[in-house]
């Protein structure tokens, strides 16, 4: 299976993903954020950092770069794209999926482990995972989701929240609630579930002696149910 | 002709930088404030001398970059 990570001016977690999703079986491409063509891919991943500096709004000018319209393009085709972190910032400043990622609540750089619960497997990311509690790592200033209340009237109907913060029991509440993202939302799909954004880090937890090993469940299934 | 445009973010959208800035005006002695929201500005040199056209290109850069219109409002002002 193909994937390509893109890379852009600031990115800072592209090469994790490169070593996540090889270890698990994928042939994975760096790409330029200035290159034109997309390489032919079963997957493409926004990764985390900090591209062009936050200038703006987290997102907005690598949203306008050069190979987004290619991704874009590829997205509305029905390829699988998901974004992490600044990915996800990336991701909701192209529209691909709806609402915002504002300031964290209390205006702190949160870095830590947190479960989230998955609420919908009927879609490529999450089908088959035996786990329905994942334990996954933050580390971000803006990831507190918002939209308007028709939109998140919209997502409900159309299930496109795909995880939640949550505790360990799969308990979702305001108080495992990081940065006041709005219902405890850590991740949104578009409607037709190929795209994906979420805040946490799957690719930071790939190592049984490092961190956990909720990533390997996450990328091994990814991988078998792209197959 | 230079064109402005001031963002600010809407009515129901959390502020907390505001709210920060707020807290602190507060513990300095600015004692009289309800609210303090914080908003962005741009200043555009457009090459453009009629007036209208100058404000409608940074309308068009308002709705497609400067703003995120599910949080932000923008007002365009003629400065010169």
């Known amino acids: ?227 | 002709m230079k064109v402005s445009a001031i963002i600010t973010l809407k009515k129901d959208v959390l502020d907390p930088q505001g709210k920060v800035i707020h807290q602190a005006l507060d513990g300095m002695g600015f004692e009289n404030i309800s609210e303090v929201r914080q908003g962005k500005y741009f200043e555009i040199d457009v090459n453009e001398n009629d007036p209208n056209k100058a404000k409608a290109v940074v309308e068009d850069m308002c709705k497609k970059l400067l703003a995120n219109l599910v949080i932000e409002n923008f007002k365009i002002i003629e400065t010169q």
């Not at chain 1, 987004?68 to 699988?80: E, R, T, Y």
């Not at chain 1, 996954?136 to 998140?152: M, R, S, V």
């Open chain 1, 1 to 227: 299976m193909k994937s390509s990570v893109i890379t852009f001016p600031g990115s800072n977690c592209d090469r994790d993903m490169d070593v996540a999703l090889k270890k698990f079986g994928f042939s994975n491409k760096m790409v330029w954020h200035d290159d034109g063509e997309l390489p032919k891919s079963d997957l493409v991943v926004l990764p985390g950092g900090f591209s062009y500096g936050d200038y703006l709004r987290c997102g907005s000018m690598a949203s306008k770069s050069k190979i987004m319209q290619s991704v874009i393009n590829f997205a509305k085709s029905g390829g699988l794209v998901m974004g992490i972190c600044n990915g996800f910032q990336i991701l909701v400043e192209t529209g691909l999926v709806p609402g915002v990622l504002l300031r964290n609540k209390y205006l702190e750089f949160i870095c830590k482990n947190v479960f989230v619960k998955l609420d919908n497997k009927e879609n490529t990311y999450f089908k088959n995972l035996n786990k329905d509690v994942l334990e996954f790592h933050i580390a971000h200033n803006e990831g507190n989701y918002f939209c308007t209340k028709d939109q998140l009237k919209e997502i409900k109907d159309n299930n496109q929240i795909a995880i939640y913060y949550c505790n360990s029991e799969g308990k979702i509440e305001n108080q495992y609630n990081p940065n006041g993202s709005i219902k405890n939302i850590a991740g949104i799909f578009n409607k037709e579930k190929n795209v994906l954004g979420m805040m946490p880090h799957p690719e930071r937890m790939i190592d049984e002696s490092l961190s956990g090993e909720d990533g390997s469940l996450f990328f091994k299934n990814l991988l078998n149910n792209i197959k």
